[in-house]
Nanobody, 124 residues
Framework: QVQLVESGGRVVQAGASLRLSCAASGRTSAVEAMGWFRHAPGKEREFVSGISWISGDTYTDDSVKGRFTIFRDNVKNTLYLEMSSLKPEGTAVYYC?????????????????WGQGTQVTVSS
């Protein structure tokens, strides 16, 4: 089993920056890719960005590309999401997820482990 714990979410004003963290523990050797998803009220959960834990290759959704950056610290087993120029539509619960295959995929059902989420609220 792999445990994921997100942190860093809070209330910020539009235009602000914020860094989310996701600490992985347990059987982390089984993790080969991780991703960030978000779930806004009244909307479906959507993929934000993902990274191969082995190669470091990333894939980011066009809606946040250029503003959000995903990166990892292999030593600390921690995933990060650096968010800048936040917009009110970015208000959501942000989840990190891990999968046991290297390819970064956008389908939430393809991820094996999930954190509990961290709330990000962007006020206008």
């Amino acid at each position: 089993q792999v445990q994921l714990v997100e942190s860093g979410g809070r209330v910020v004003q539009a235009g602000a920056s914020l860094r989310l963290s996701c600490a992985a523990s347990g059987r982390t050797s089984a993790v080969e890719a991780m991703g960030w998803f978000r779930h806004a009220p009244g909307k479906e959960r959507e993929f934000v960005s993902g990274i191969s834990w082995i190669s470091g290759d990333t894939y980011t959704d066009d809606s946040v590309k250029g503003r959000f950056t995903i990166f990892r610290d292999n030593v600390k087993n921690t995933l990060y999401l650096e968010m800048s120029s936040l917009k009110p539509e970015g208000t959501a619960v942000y989840y990190c997820a891990a999968r046991q295959y290297e390819a970064v995929v956008v389908l939430a059902t393809m991820y094996d482990y999930w954190g509990q989420g961290t709330q990000v609220t962007v006020s206008s």
